[in-house]
Nanobody, 115 residues
Framework: QVQLVESGGGLVQAGGSLRLSCAASGSIAEINAMGWYRQGPGKQRNLVASVTSGGNTYYIASVKGRFTISRDNAKNLVYLQMNSLKPEDTAVYYC?????????WGQGTQVTVSS
């Protein structure tokens, strides 16, 4: 099964930027949609953004205009560019298939935004 490894998180001040990467151990070319999910402290894991193999994107309202999701099927990578970060973006970020995250979850990458 494809393994997922997320990276790129860190501690950043409000208004700052981070770029997250998700590396898959196998091909993602046949996966129609890949998504980034996040789980804040004491909260459920929820979808943040997704991108189809054709490049169509979806964002939840709270990140629209600030986050950009992209994928590189040749390199089996999925990215999440996060700008104008807010304290409420603090969470562990994961990637997986969308809408049904059937792949094994990676360890995630922690994003902490200080005010």
């Amino acid at each position: 099964q494809v393994q997922l490894v997320e990276s790129g998180g860190g501690l950043v001040q409000a208004g700052g930027s981070l770029r997250l990467s998700c590396a898959a151990s196998g091909s993602i070319a046949e996966i129609n949609a890949m998504g980034w999910y996040r789980q804040g402290p004491g909260k459920q894991r929820n979808l943040v953004a997704s991108v189809t193999s054709g490049g169509n994107t979806y964002y939840i309202a709270s990140v629209k205009g600030r986050f950009t999701i992209s994928r590189d099927n040749a390199k089996n990578l999925v990215y999440l560019q996060m700008n104008s970060l807010k304290p409420e973006d603090t969470a562990v970020y994961y990637c997986n298939e969308e809408p049904w995250p059937t792949l094994a979850w990676g360890q995630g990458t922690q994003v902490t935004v200080s005010s």
